[in-house]
């Protein structure tokens, strides 16, 4: 059974950061397209950013360029999503998904349909 878990949000203060996990049991993330989204209340889901597989490209929300990163472990088969210089419009609860794709790079990964999805994680940025 293809289980993705995330954890690692909370509550913080403007500018500062927070990191979000997801990990993976039943497939290896690193076979895997692996995308970050979020939901904030009333909002449509948004895509975060979006790491390819095996190593491959990593794409961001213009939003979050430069203040976000996507990575992966695969020792621990978890990829993470490092939050710097947090901003109250990034409150929502963020969800990791994967699909699988054969590509490896590319600019396109938010914009596909994700076949499995953790339950989310919240993250709140208020004083």
């Known amino acids: 059974q293809l289980q993705l878990v995330e954890s690692g949000g909370g509550l913080v203060q403007p500018g500062g950061s927070l990191r979000l996990s997801c990990t993976a049991s039943g497939f290896t993330v690193d076979n895997y397209a692996i995308g970050w989204f979020r939901q904030a209340p009333g909002k449509e889901r948004e895509g975060v950013s979006c790491?390819?597989?095996?190593?491959?490209?990593?794409n961001y929300a213009d939003s979050v360029k430069g203040r976000f990163t996507i990575s992966r472990d695969n020792a621990k088969n978890t990829v993470y999503l490092q939050m710097n210089s947090l901003k109250p419009e990034d409150t929502a609860v963020y969800y990791c998904a994967a699909h699988w794709s054969p590509l490896y790079s590319g600019t396109y990964c938010l914009t596909w349909g994700y076949d499995y999805w953790g339950q989310g994680t919240q993250v709140t940025v208020s004083s």
């Open positions: 790491i390819y597989r095996r190593g491959g490209s990593t």
